[in-house]
Structures are given as structure tokens and as C-alpha cells.
């Protein structure tokens, strides 16, 4: 009993360390007003409701242990940054102030180098500024980083920071093809907010790491501190074979299935889209050969060859929806595919540590019975016993430190978790925002080319076709169109606008090309014709692809 | 009184059905082949002094046709006593004798067992309906075997009751047919022997009746027309605003009523431009359809039959209804192919020997066999082809045909699978007698080849032709056709691709369903749920543009390139003449120097001899050149209307496929902004 005591020093009746580890409501009592005033300062933007169920689950884990977190915090306490040090263990969530943060805000993006250098490694080029201890400096500007240096970061991040959903870089390149202004604007975008999402996470912005990185060289940061992944290899794969330990916190007992559902899920959406992209690109195929052979019909017959040209715009238009298709969505999941993968290699740890831990305590345990089977006995090797004792410390101890870092890590996911749900939600609606506006863009282009090449035929034919359907209403004018300024001439509602301003939606990327030897439109188009050539030439080139 | 207000309601409402008919043979002012019947002299006077009257009865009928059918009694003495009005136009002392005549009719009925008049009266109305004898034995047939034909005994009774009432009224006036009528009616029987007998009749007098009104046309053409045209524009109008867009075929010919818009239409412009060819025959309405397709026989002989509906003036009996097989087609194509050279004859769909018994694929030929069909129709020379009538009403088609294609030597039997491959034949060629001289001794070309064998080096003439229009041509519609094929194939292969882009945009809305399902959260499940709808409609929109392609585009396509076969088989015909002459022309050259060695002895037995074969050949020759040289103006009539024809119905096509594709580029955006303003 001695032994034990010195460990326990607001040990009361039931908290016996040998009593069976089973659940007691009375230790969490004693320590609600502490944690949960702790925790009420350290997620102030979090719901009130969640954190305190957190805590209270967070408790129920302690358990038996509870008590023993102050002393264990002694220890880890050191590497931490000068906080109270009983106050919490997650004492980089309890900075009220925000006192740190890290600023970064992406300004360029370069690619040079050979051509697949070109493409997976680009230079992100951004400016920080930060008030944290680890780094040197306030501002840094310009800082360059290749994307190679971003991917040590991470993996060090990755490895080093348990406690985290560390977020996952974005892809180095987009669908819409590396030269393009639009890949530049996305990837410049898309780094922006994984900044965004790194200096939102204390624990990743007080990594020493971080300021290692933004201060090294261009191209010369490596890791300084080695970290390992907890288990790696076949090792990993066969512990994750194994039975999942009972988890506590049902929230992140759920997540794991979730996030490797819309892991898998993700995966085969992207395949379908890349199927349907695939489809549409051999549509396009046929509706050009189409549009071809309308052009080829009769020499001398300009309408056929009219026609033909709109078929030929409007499969080059189908064309670049495919592409687009892909840049919006297909690279959306492909974040999050990333990311739903570190995820749940992150919750695997847990579990990893979770069965640590429950080795530890049947360890210590063990050693505890030792020594209460040494007690008993009256001829006893002094020397025996202090080997037994000293079995028990190291034991317990390990346990501490464990379940410490089991609880720093279950608190801190329940946190992160809410966060990635909402980082999820948000990323997969912007991308089928985007996916939506661009298609509505590129069908209204569709239109556009349709529409101009009514009434070609319309003048070839006055008697003919519609006419005898009495749609004579049909007017002969070129300029008869549905979409105009004031909304579509189809639809009942007038208030209703389409996102997209319509001088962008009346000249498509293919004007120039169809009006080569029509004088008439030419003129009329011309001037922003020109406006687009750049534009056009850049998704011509890349619709190609 | 119930039950036989249930009778006459329908039956007087039928009548003014009836009386419609008459109105729509008015509407065609140009009825120019129907024959006169033995009444018209005696009547025409009189109708031409009742010509005004005869309008007006007109008017009044179209009034109640719009009435509700199920009229009370009262309605029908009212209708009754127009009827007696109308019949009183034609012949004025019948009004009394009239009026009992329906009284014993109605008292037959309600003396008769309400079991036995149901039937026994629907058995009369058919003696009544008589439109073919034919036909008409069949349904009693049917009508006493199986209650499946039930509705065609319907059918039957509408048109017929009223035309009992008609007859009986005729038949006062032309007393000895009361006999037979009576006799019908009082013994209520079934009695199917006795139909022959009043069939004729009653045919005959249809044909009066008909005849009246288009001979009153005749007269006042000029005044009906103008009415007739207005009216006409009326109805084009009505039938405009009534048709739904896209259900028209590429076609107009594929509805009947764009049909009638069509011929209505060329006979206004024709008043308009005080036409300069009044030689032109018009197209008599004619309306074929060809339904019901249904598989028969075993095994080997297994095939698909089609029911042919043919209804026009035309007809003997009007209406006709007879079974077809895809053969049959083929042999129609040939016949017409012969009897009319230097025409494009609307073509049959190609042959095809796998896969003939889908369901799609059945419906795809009964559609284009049907369009065949009523492009038939709306040509005026090839309406009344005789052989085309033949295969409305032939009963025992497959020997008369056999029969037909033998009398005109059109090969018609032995067709050959290219469309554009032809035969002339030396009967209509050469005349009956001549020609069995030729072909005894093998067709005319026989006479090159004798001796073929002998003197192999001799070369076979060969047939240039001298008028650059027809290789000029040729040349362009080889290459037409060529064009249009690949056109159609990437059309096909559009459509193909288009459908798996569908079905994979499928796959990819149920994965978004998939994700949905996980349920990350309320507003991300909503969202990702009404993206995948969207992809859905996507879908089936995408779909439904490809089918409205392969019926717009892919139909008019098929169509044109066969109706390019149809048009090379008629440069086809003017070299196999052409080559005739040449051969002809050989042997008659031969034959004069014959002729010419020969010509000291005059009176020699083989100068003779020569001499005849001589004039024989060059008669022949002489024939087959003015053919040749007729040919070749029908022709180049023929194929400017033809190309005419054709770019105007490829114009369409191709506005309509527009005007489709914008319609669904409109529901797709509207779909996507949809989906964004509430979403997003």
C-alpha cells in the first residue's frame, strides 16, 4: 500500500489503483469544475453541448486514472510552451488570447524545371507573418517552397503531430492543364487554404517544424527532428487486422467507418466522373466527325457547311464541360480522397495507442499484483522486492504517459473532427458550386452557338421545317436569342439571373474560328472576339488534352 | 324508351359522321378519275340546280357533329328530321315513304328480344357497312367465331347503320331493292348469304352519292374552291396548333394530316398561280396506314405481317384492310419500279436477315414501310397504279402478284437486294407480242451473245452515254450517297457514344446517391441528393435527344439515301436502254447490209426473210429510242423535283433536329440553374 500512495495524493476510498478498472462516476465528479472550466476556455468556438460531452467521455476514459494526470503532466509538461501546467492536457487549446497565430497568404505559384517537374513540383510562392516564439522573424516575404519541401513538411507533420488531422497538401496540378491561367488561380487557391487550415491547428503552427520550414532555403528544408509513424509496413497492416479496442468516445468510434466510407465512395466517384468525362470526350469525337461530314456533304452549300461548323463548336464545347467536369469536381475528390486517407490512418493510431495503453495497464497491473503477492509473503529478498518495486514504477509510469497521450489525442480529435466535417462539407459544396456554374457557363455557350445557326436555316427554308408547325414566329433576325440581359426568354421567372454575366455566355471560345469567312458577324464580334483569343486559344489547347 | 334511346343516339350521331364523308370528297375540288355512274345524267341537272342547297346541307351537318353524342330523344327527332331534309334535297317525293320506313325499323327493334337485337342488329348494320364484300365476309366470319373482334363489329355498325337508313331510302325510290332490304330486316336474321346480294348495290350507290358532289366540283369550281380553300386553312390551322412539336416525324408525309396540309396546300398554290400545268393530275386524298405487325408461321416460313389500311376515294370500296409482308413491299417497289419509268418510286426499307424479329426493329421497317406507303399515295400517277391497288385489295396476294409480276415481266419475284439494281422489261418495252418473240430467243441482248461462243474477241457493245447530264449526275449522286453514308454511320456512332455517356452519367448519379447515403450531414446529404436528381434528368434528357436524333436525323437520313438508290435505279433504266439501242441498232445495222448483199434478188425467199427481221428490228429499235429519249426527259424532270424535294426535306430535318437540340440545351441549363439557385 505504501508504494502506491505517494502516486495518489488526492487519492480517495474507491480510487484504488488495483480496484478493477471499471467505470466510476466519483473521480469524474471531483474533476469536472477543473477540466470543464479549462475546456470552456480552450474551444470557445466550438457548441457547448459537444465539448462537454467530449469531456465528460474524455473523463469516463481516465477513469481509474484520472487523478494521476497532474503528476504524469509534470513530465510532458516540458516540452510544452510555459503553460499552467495542471490546468489541461491539451494546453495549446486553452491559449485564450489566440496569443499565437500564423498568417500566410499565398501570392504566386511557379512552375519550371523539366516537364514533370513542371507539373508535380511547383514553387508555391507566400508571404507569412507570425507572432510565434519558434520563429525568428515577424514577416517573411516571398518565401518560395517547392511542392517536394511541402510534402516533407507534411509527412514530418503527419508523423510527429498524433494528436491531428494533419491537412493534406492539394494536388500539385489541376485538370485544367498546367499552363493554363485557371491551374494557377486553383492550385494558388487551393495552397491558400490549406495554410489556412494548418495555422487554424495550434498544435501544427507550434511545431518547431513549421518555422524550420518557412525559414529554410528554397529547396533545401529537410526535416530536422526524425519522427516515425507508429507502426508502418506490413507491421501496420497486420495490427490493423486486428480487433478494434473498445473506444469510449462513440463520436470518433463512428468517424473512422465514416471518413473510410467517403474514402471509398469518394474513390469510385471519381472513377465514374472519369467515365463520364471519358464518354463525353469520345461524344465529342463522334459529334466532331459529325459535324464534319455535314461540312464535307456539298461543296457548294454553305448552310451544310454552317451547320457543320456550329456541330463541330458545339462538340468542342461538349469537350471542354468534360475537362471542366474534371478540374471542378474530380480534383475536389481528389482532396478528398487525400485527406479522408490521413484521417483515418490518424484514427488508426489512436487505436494503435488505444491498444498500448490497454497493454500497459495489464502490465502495470501484473506488476501490482507481484508486488501485493511479495507483501504477503514474510521471506522476502530485499533485493527482489526493490526489482518488483522499481517493475511497478516503470510500469505505471508508461501507463501515465499513455494514457495521457490517449487523452490528449481523443480530446483533440473530437475537436478536429467537427472541424473536418465542416471543412468536408464546405469543400465538397464549393466543388459542385463550381461544377455547376461552369457547366451552366458552358451550356449556355452550347446555346449561344445553336441559336446562331437558326436562322441560317430558318432563311434557307421559309416554308419548311417549323413553319409548318405554325411556328412562323420564329424570327428570321440574327439576333434572336433566348438569353439576354434581362434573363431567359424560357423561363417565366424574371428575377432570376443567371450567375454568369451574359456577354460571356454570347461569344464562345470558337467565334473567331466559325466566322473566318462570314463578314457579317465578324464584324459585330470582333471586338470581343479579340478579348478572347487568349482565353480561347489557352482552352483550346488544353481541351485536347 | 331507355333502351332505345341507347340505339339511336349513337346511330344518329353516326349518320352525321356519315354525312361528313361527302363533305371531305367536296373538299377535293380536283377529283379528276372518277368514273360517272349510270345515275349521273338523269341527276345532273338537278343537282346543279340544287347546288346551293347541297352547300348549306353541308353546313348544317357540321354543326351537330360537334353535339354530344349521347343526345336525349329529344335531340333526335330534331336530327331525324335533317336527315329527312337533306334526303328531301335529293329527292323530294320521299318524305312520306320515308318517314315509315324508319318507323318499321325502330318497331322491328323493340318487337325483337332485347338478346337477339343486340346482336342480330349489329349483324344488319354490317349487311349495311358492305364497304367490301370481302372484308366484310371476314368479320361475320370472326364476329360468329370469337368475341375478340367485338370492337371491329363496332366499327362496322357506325358506319353502317346510318348507311341502311340511307339505302332504305334509295331503295323506296328505286323500288325493287325494297325486297331484299325488308326481307334482311324483318327476319333479323344472320343471315350472310344474302349480303352478296345487296353489297352491289349499296357499293354502287356509294359511288352515287360520291359522285354527286365531286360532279357539282366540277361544275362551280371555281366557287367551291375558294370556299373549300379558306375552309381548309381553318383546319391547316387548327391541326397546326394542335399537333405537338416534336412528335412530328421528319416527314409530312408520316401524318395524315400534314399529309392533306400538304396536297391542300399545293392544290391552293396551283389556284393561286393559275397553274400553267393543268395536264398534272392531283393526288385524290388517299391515307394508308400500316399497323399491327404480328409473327406467322414455322419455322422456315416464319415472317411478319403487317396490316395495310388503305382509305380513299380511290378504292372501290373506299376502305380496305389486308395483310402485307415485308415481300410484299419489296415486290410493290419492283412493280411500280417498272410500270413507271423514269420515276423515283418511294423506296422499301433495305433487307435485313439477322435480328428481324425485334421488336424495334419490326417497328422501325412498319414505320418506313408505312412512309413508303404514303409517299405512294401523295403522287398522283402512282396512286392509281393498278398495282399498287392490287396491293391494297388483293385478297390471294401472293398468287396474283406472282401473276402481275409475270404479265408485265417486271421480274418483280426475283428481286435483287440492291435497290437500285433494275430490269426492263421487253413487255412493256416491246408490246406482249414482240416481247414473247424476244424473250423466246432470250432478250434482246440474245443476239449479241450468239456466236459469243465462237468468236469470243467479238466485243459486246457497250453503251456510252451522250447527254453529260445524266453521268454528271450520276457522278453526283454516287457521291451524295457516299456523303449521306457517312453521315449516317457518325450519326449512329453520336448516338452510340451519347447513350454511353447516359448510362455512365447514371452510374456516376447513383454514386453521388451513395455519398449522399453516408449522411455526413443534413444540408451535405440534401445537397449531394438533388445533385444526383439532376444528373438524373441529365440523363434521361440526354437520352430522349438521342432518340429524337435517330427519329429526325437517322429516319430522314435512311430515307434519303435509299430514295438515292431509288434514283439511281432510274438512270440505271436509261442505260439498260440505252445499252438496248446500241445492241438493236447493231443488229439492225447488220441486217441492212444483209439486206444490202442481198439486194439483187429482190424476190428471193431470204431477201424476205431479212427484210421482215429487219423491219422487226428496227421497230424495236425505233421503240426502244423513243422510250429511251422519253426516259431521259422524265428523268431530268424527275430529278430536279427530286433533289428539289429532297434538300427542302433535309432542311427540315435538320431545323427540326435544331430547334430539338435547343429545346434540350434550354432544359439542361434550366435544370442547372435550378439546382443552383436553391442549392447553392
Known amino acids: ?62 477513469n481509474e486514472n484520472a487523478t494521476q ?164 509496413g506490413l507491421k501496420r497492416k497486420t495490427l490493423k487486422q486486428l480487433a478494434i479496442p473498445y473506444d469510449e468516445v462513440t463520436e470518433l468510434a463512428e468517424f473512422r467507418p465514416l471518413v473510410k466510407s467517403i474514402y471509398v465512395v469518394s ?30 456533304l456539298d461543296d457548294h452549300n454553305k448552310l451544310y457547311k454552317r451547320y457543320g461548323k456550329i456541330l463541330t463548336a458545339v462538340g468542342d464545347i461538349d469537350s471542354i464541360i468534360a475537362t471542366m467536369d474534371m478540374a471542378t469536381l474530380y480534383d475536389g475528390l481528389e482532396w478528398v480522397i487525400r485527406d479522408t486517407y490521413v484521417v483515418k490512418e490518424a484514427l488508426t493510431n489512436r487505436h494503435f495507442i488505444m491498444r498500448n495503453l490497454i497493454q500497459a495497464q495489464q502490465n502495470s497491473k501484473a506488476k501490482q499484483e507481484q508486488a501485493r503477492r511479495f507483501r504477503s509473503r514474510r521471506d522476502i529478498n530485499p533485493m527482489k522486492i526493490d526489482e518488483a518495486l522499481r517493475q ?124 473566318t469567312e462570314d463578314d457579317g458577324c465578324t464584324s459585330q464580334d470582333s471586338d470581343t472576339t479579340s478579348l478572347n483569343a487568349r482565353h480561347a486559344a489557352s482552352l483550346l489547347g488544353m481541351s485536347t488534352k | 324508351m331507355d333502351y332505345e334511346e341507347n340505339l339511336e343516339a349513337p346511330v344518329w350521331d353516326e349518320l352525321n359522321h356519315e354525312e361528313d364523308n361527302p363533305q371531305s370528297a367536296i373538299s377535293n375540288p380536283t377529283e379528276s378519275g372518277v368514273q360517272l355512274p349510270f345515275q349521273e345524267g338523269k341527276r345532273k341537272e338537278e343537282l346543279s340546280k340544287k347546288k346551293a342547297p347541297l352547300n348549306n346541307e353541308i353546313n348544317i351537318d357540321i354543326s351537330p357533329e360537334w353535339k354530344d353524342p349521347g343526345l336525349s330523344v329529344a335531340g333526335n327527332p330534331l336530327m331525324e ?81 346510318p348507311q341502311i337508313l340511307f339505302d332504305s331510302a334509295r331503295a323506296q325510290r328505286s323500288s325493287k331493292r325494297i325486297y331484299s332490304l325488308k326481307a334482311k330486316k324483318t327476319s333479323n336474321s344472320n343471315d350472310a348469304t344474302k349480303l352478296p346480294f345487296t353489297d352491289p348495290l349499296k357499293k354502287a350507290e356509294k359511288e352515287n352519292e360520291f359522285v354527286e358532289e365531286s360532279l357539282d366540283n366540277k361544275n362551280e369550281r371555281g366557287e367551291i374552291n375558294e370556299g373549300t380553300v379558306t375552309a381548309f386553312a381553318k383546319k391547316n390551322i387548327l391541326e397546326q396548333v394542335d399537333k405537338p412539336l416534336y412528335n412530328i416525324p421528319q416527314r409530312g408525309e408520316n401524318s395524315v394530316s400534314s399529309t392533306n396540309i400538304e396536297t391542300n ?23 394508308v396506314e400500316v399497323t399491327n405487325p404480328v409473327k406467322v408461321g414455322e419455322l422456315t416460313s416464319i415472317h411478319v405481317e403487317y396490316t395495310v389500311i388503305g382509305k380513299s376515294p380511290l378504292l372501290e370500296l373506299k376502305y380496305t384492310q389486308v395483310n402485307r409482308r415485308y415481300r410484299d413491299f419489296r415486290w410493290l417497289y419492283r412493280q411500280l419500279q417498272n410500270n413507271h419509268w423514269g420515276k423515283v418510286i418511294p423506296p422499301p426499307p433495305e433487307k435485313q436477315s439477322v435480328g428481324s424479329f425485334k421488336q424495334d426493329f419490326i417497328e422501325n421497317r412498319r414505320f418506313q414501310m408505312e412512309s413508303m406507303l404514303k409517299k405512294i399515295c401523295q403522287d398522283p400517277a402512282l396512286q392509281k397504279d393498278q398495282d399498287f391497288l392490287l396491293f391494297l385489295t388483293s385478297d390471294d396476294f401472293s398468287s396474283e402478284s406472282k401473276r402481275r409480276a409475270f404479265l408485265t415481266g417486271s421480274g418483280a419475284i426475283n428481286d435483287s437486294n440492291d435497290l437500285s439494281e433494275i430490269r426492263i422489261s421487253e413487255i412493256q418495252l416491246l408490246g406482249t407480242e414482240d416481247a414473247a418473240d424476244v424473250l423466246r430467243n432470250g432478250g434482246i441482248d440474245a443476239e449479241s451473245h ?40 457518325s450519326l449512329e456512332m453520336v448516338d452510340t457514344s451519347r447513350n454511353s455517356l447516359a448510362s455512365s452519367t447514371e452510374e456516376f448519379s447513383d454514386m453521388i446517391e451513395t455519398l449522399a447515403s453516408l449522411n455526413v450531414s443534413e444540408p451535405n446529404s440534401e445537397l449531394l441528393n438533388n445533385f444526383a436528381d439532376v444528373h438524373k434528368s441529365i440523363k434521361s434528357s440526354l437520352e430522349r435527344s438521342s432518340l429524337q436524333e435517330t427519329l429526325t436525323m437517322g429516319v430522314m437520313l435512311d430515307d434519303y439515301i435509299r430514295s438515292l438508290a431509288s434514283v439511281k435505279a432510274i438512270f440505271n433504266q436509261r442505260a439498260k436502254l440505252g445499252y438496248f439501242l446500241v445492241v438493236l441498232e ?75 437540340a435547343i429545346e434540350s440545351q434550354k432544359e439542361c441549363i434550366e435544370l442547372w440553374e435550378t439546382f443552383y439557385q436553391t442549392n447553392l
Not at chain 1, 469510385?268 to 459529325?290: G, H, I, P
Not at chain 2, 399545293?266 to 388517299?286: I, M, N, Q, R, Y
Open chain 1, 69 to 232: 494526470s497532474k503528476t504524469s503532466s509534470e513530465q510532458s509538461g516540458n516540452k510544452q510552451l510555459a503553460q499552467p501546467l495542471e490546468r489541461d492536457v491539451l494546453p495549446e487549446r486553452s491559449d485564450e488570447k489566440k496569443k499565437y497565430s500564423l498568417l500566410v497568404k499565398v501570392v504566386g505559384l511557379e512552375r519550371f524545371g523539366s516537364t514533370a517537374g513542371k507539373k508535380e513540383n511547383p514553387t508555391i510562392v507566400f508571404d507569412c507573418s507570425t507572432n510565434l516564439p519558434t520563429f525568428r522573424k515577424q514577416q517573411y516575404k516571398n518565401v518560395k517552397k517547392s511542392y517536394e519541401e511541402f510534402n516533407q513538411l507534411f509527412k514530418y507533420l503527419n508523423a510527429a503531430i498524433q494528436e491531428s488531422f494533419v491537412p493534406t497538401l492539394p494536388p500539385a496540378f489541376t485538370t485544367f492543364g498546367i499552363n493554363s491561367e485557371e491551374d494557377r488561380i486553383k492550385v494558388t487557391r487551393n495552397f491558400q487554404l490549406w495554410f489556412n487550415r494548418v495555422s487554424r491547428d495550434p498544435l501544427i503552427i507550434r511545431n518547431e517544424e513549421v518555422a524550420f520550414f518557412i525559414e529554410s532555403d528554397f529547396n533545401t528544408y529537410t526535416p530536422i527532428s526524425k519522427s516515425k509513424l507508429l507502426a508502418s
Open chain 1, 392 to 515: 511497478l514504477k516503470t510500469a505505471t509510469k508508461s501507463e501515465q504517459v499513455l494514457t495521457l497521450k490517449l487523452q490528449r489525442i481523443t480530446l483533440n480529435m473530437v475537436i478536429e473532427r467537427k472541424q473536418w466535417l465542416t471543412w468536408y462539407e464546405e469543400w465538397i459544396r464549393n466543388s459542385i458550386k463550381e461544377f455547376t456554374l461552369r457547366k451552366i457557363e458552358y451550356e449556355r455557350k452550347k446555346l449561344t452557338l445553336l441559336e446562331r445557326v437558326r436562322s441560317d436555316i430558318r432563311k434557307a427554308d421559309e416554308n419548311g421545317g417549323l413553319s409548318r408547325l405554325g411556328r412562323h414566329a420564329v424570327s428570321v433576325s440574327n439576333t434572336d436569342t433566348s438569353q439576354t440581359v434581362k434573363g431567359d426568354s424560357w423561363t417565366g421567372e424574371n428575377n432570376r439571373k443567371s450567375q454568369i454575366p451574359i456577354n460571356k455566355i454570347t461569344h464562345t471560345e470558337f467565334d473567331d474560328e466559325l466566322f
Open chain 1, 1 to 62: 500500500m505504501a508504494s502506491a500512495v505517494p502516486y495518489d495524493p488526492y487519492d480517495d476510498l474507491d480510487n484504488n489503483p488495483f480496484a478493477e478498472p471499471q467505470e466510476d462516476s466519483e473521480p469524474i465528479a471531483t474533476n469536472t469544475d477543473g477540466s470543464s472550466s479549462m475546456v470552456k476556455e480552450q474551444i470557445n468556438a466550438e457548441e457547448a453541448i459537444g465539448s462537454d460531452q467530449a469531456i465528460s467521455t474524455v473523463n469516463s476514459a481516465q
Open chain 2, 81 to 161: 328530321e335533317q336527315q329527312q331534309g337533306s334526303e328531301e334535297l335529293k329527292a323530294n317525293a320521299l318524305i312520306n315513304s320515308l318517314a315509315p320506313e324508319q318507323d318499321s325499323i325502330a318497331d322491328i327493334k323493340n318487337n325483337a328480344s332485347q338478346f337477339l337485337v343486340t346482336k342480330d342488329f349489329g349483324d344488319a348494320l354490317f349487311t349495311g357497312s358492305a364497304n367490301s364484300p370481302l372484308v366484310f365476309d371476314d368479320t361475320i366470319c370472326s364476329t360468329n367465331t370469337s368475341a375478340s373482334t367485338n370492337s371491329r363489329s363496332i366499327s362496322g355498325r357506325r358506319s353502317g347503320k
Open chain 2, 450 to 489: 450468239k456466236g459469243f461462243m465462237n468468236i469470243s474477241f467479238s466485243s459486246l457493245p457497250k453503251y456510252n452515254e451522250i447527254d453529260e447530264f445524266f453521268t454528271e449526275k450520276k457522278q453526283k449522286v454516287d457521291e451524295l450517297e457516299d456523303n449521306l453514308k457517312k453521315l449516317g454511320k
Open chain 1, 267 to 296: 474513390q469510385n466517384l471519381q472513377e465514374k466522373l472519369l467515365k463520364v468525362s471519358r464518354n463525353r470526350r469520345m461524344m465529342v469525337q463522334e459529334e466532331n466527325a459529325f459535324g464534319q461530314d455535314f461540312v464535307n
Open chain 2, 265 to 287: 396546300s399545293k392544290k391552293v398554290e396551283e389556284l393561286k398561280t393559275d397553274s400553267k400545268l393543268p395536264s398534272t393530275e392531283h393526288a385524290v386524298d388517299f391515307n
Open chain 2, 586 to 660: 447493231n443488229d439492225m445495222n447488220k441486217k441492212h447490209s444483209q439486206l444490202g448483199k442481198l439486194g439483187q434478188n429482190v424476190h428471193s425467199e431470204k431477201f424476205i426473210e431479212t427484210k421482215k427481221e429487219f423491219l422487226t428490228i428496227e421497230r424495236r429499235y425505233k421503240l426502244t429510242k423513243t422510250q429511251w429519249q422519253e426516259i431521259g426527259e422524265r428523268i431530268k424532270d424527275e430529278f430536279q423535283n427530286f433533289s428539289i424535294d429532297k434538300i427542302r426535306e433535309f432542311r427540315n430535318g435538320m431545323e427540326i433536329s435544331l430547334e430539338a
